[in-house]
C-alpha cells in the first residue's frame, strides 16, 4: 500500500475529520474532490484545527499552507449559502471580544488609527497596482460597465450626481482615501474638496494626485471636524465607525452640513444587528472594523435627517473584489520582493472570502443619501 494511500486511510479515521466532512458535504463540498471548489487539504491537523478555532483557524491554517482551493471564491459563495458559517464553534477569544465589544469603544479617537497603519498603510506599491487609475478601494458600479476603471469611473459620477454638485461649492470628504473621488469631483465639478483620512500613506499619495486642485487633504480623525460645507460625502469608512461611535458620526455630519445640504453615505452594510465581526478580518485586514444594520443607520440618523434614497449595490462587489484579485495576481512579481508569501496567501484569501461573501447576498452595499428635507423632494439618479 502507498504512502498516499496510508495518509488517505488515517485521515478517515480521525474523528475531526468525519465532522468536517459531514458539514462540508451539506454545502455540496468534497475534501480533496475533483473540483475547483472542493478543498485539497496538505496537514492532517487541519480538521481539529478549523473545529476547535472557527474562521481563525480556518483562515491562518490557509496562511500556513494546511490546504488550497483552486477557487475560494465558489468554497465561500457555497459555504455561506449553505450556512456553514453559523456551525462553526465560536471560539473563547470570539466571546470575549464580543462582550468587550458590547463594554469597550474599539473605535475610540485613540484605537481608529490602527487601521489606518495596520492597512491603507501596507504600500502604495500594491494598492496602485491592485486598484483602477482613481485609487478606488470601494464598489463600483457595473450597471453598463465591462471593466474596473469603466465601474469605478461610474460610481464617482453617481456619487456627484447624487449629491448634484455644481461649481464654486464646498464638499468634505470623510475618509478621502487616496484622492480619487475628491480629485474627480474637483476636476469635472468645479467644487473644493476638504479630505481627511488617518492613513499617512493615503495623505501623501491624495496630495500628489490632487496637486493644482481647489483640494485641501488633512490627516485627522472625522470628530474633530468643525465647519461647514454644501455637501458632505463618506465612502468606504463608515465601516470603521463603530455601533458605539454612530450617534456621534451623525452628530458630526449634522453640524459641518449647511441647512440645504446633502450628505451622501457608502457603507458595507450588515443583514442583521450585531457587534462582532469575522475574527481573521479583524485580526488580518480590518481592525475594530464593524458591518452596521439597517436598523443601527436608522436609529442614528433619526432625528437629524431625512432618508432620501436608499441604494443597494451589494452584487456589484463581487466582481469589484474578482477584478482586484485578477489584478493582485497579475501584478505581484512587480511587488513580490517586498511581501512575503504567506502575505500573498493572506491577500488572495481575504479578496476571495468576501467576493463569495457579497455573491451569496450575506452581506450589502449602500448608498444613502440624507437631507434636512428639500422642498419638492430630490430627484436621485441611479
Not at 472542493?38 to 483557524?57: A, E, I, T
Not at 485641501?216 to 465601516?239: C, H, K, P, T, W
Not at 508569501?341 to 448608498?367: P, S, T
Request: with cysteine; proline share 3%; net charge positive.
Amino acid at each position: 500500500m502507498s504512502s498516499s494511500c496510508i495518509e488517505e486511510v488515517s485521515i478517515r479515521n480521525n474523528p475531526w475529520y468525519r465532522i468536517v466532512n459531514e458539514m462540508l458535504a451539506r454545502a455540496g463540498v468534497e475534501i480533496n474532490g475533483p473540483r475547483p471548489f472542493d478543498l485539497q487539504v496538505k496537514h492532517p491537523d487541519f480538521f481539529k484545527r478549523v473545529l476547535q478555532q472557527g474562521s481563525l483557524g480556518l483562515g491562518e491554517s490557509y496562511m500556513d499552507g494546511w490546504w488550497e482551493c483552486e477557487r475560494l471564491d465558489i468554497f465561500f459563495h457555497t459555504a455561506i449559502r449553505a450556512g456553514l458559517e453559523r456551525q462553526l464553534p465560536r471560539h473563547l477569544k470570539d466571546t470575549l471580544r464580543l462582550a468587550a465589544a458590547r463594554l469597550i469603544n474599539l473605535q475610540s479617537k485613540k484605537r481608529a488609527w490602527m487601521v489606518g497603519k495596520e492597512h491603507y498603510d501596507l504600500g502604495n506599491d500594491l494598492f496602485s497596482r491592485m486598484l483602477d487609475e482613481h485609487m478606488q478601494y470601494s464598489c463600483g458600479y457595473w450597471k453598463t460597465a465591462t471593466t474596473l476603471g469603466e465601474a469605478q469611473n461610474a460610481k464617482l459620477k453617481m456619487i456627484c450626481d447624487k449629491l448634484h454638485l455644481q461649481p464654486g461649492m464646498t464638499l468634505l470628504d470623510i475618509g478621502c482615501g487616496w484622492g480619487g473621488l475628491a480629485q474627480y469631483a474637483a476636476k469635472h465639478y468645479g467644487v473644493a474638496v476638504y479630505g481627511v483620512t488617518i492613513s499617512a500613506e493615503q495623505q501623501k499619495m491624495a496630495q500628489q494626485r490632487c496637486a493644482g486642485l481647489n483640494v485641501n487633504i488633512a490627516l485627522q480623525d472625522y470628530r474633530e471636524l468643525d465647519r461647514q460645507f454644501d455637501r458632505i460625502v463618506s465612502v468606504g469608512m463608515f465601516e470603521h465607525v463603530g455601533p458605539k461611535n454612530y450617534a456621534t458620526y451623525f452628530n458630526v455630519v449634522d453640524r459641518n452640513l449647511k441647512p440645504e445640504g446633502i450628505f451622501l453615505l457608502h457603507t458595507i452594510g450588515s443583514n442583521k444587528t450585531d457587534n462582532g465581526v469575522d475574527p481573521w478580518i479583524d485580526k488580518y485586514i480590518f481592525p475594530n472594523g464593524c458591518l452596521p444594520s439597517v436598523r443601527q443607520i436608522a436609529q442614528a440618523c433619526e432625528g437629524r435627517f431625512v432618508m432620501e434614497d436608499w441604494h443597494n449595490f451589494g452584487a456589484d462587489y463581487d466582481k469589484t473584489l474578482m477584478a482586484w484579485h485578477q489584478r493582485f495576481n497579475r501584478y505581484w512579481p512587480e511587488i513580490a520582493d517586498n511581501y512575503s508569501e504567506r502575505f500573498k496567501r493572506m491577500f488572495n484569501y481575504y479578496l476571495n472570502a468576501c467576493a463569495g461573501a457579497f455573491r451569496a447576498r450575506d452581506i450589502q452595499l449602500w448608498q444613502i443619501v440624507f437631507t434636512r428635507g428639500i422642498e419638492n423632494g430630490l430627484r436621485v439618479p441611479h
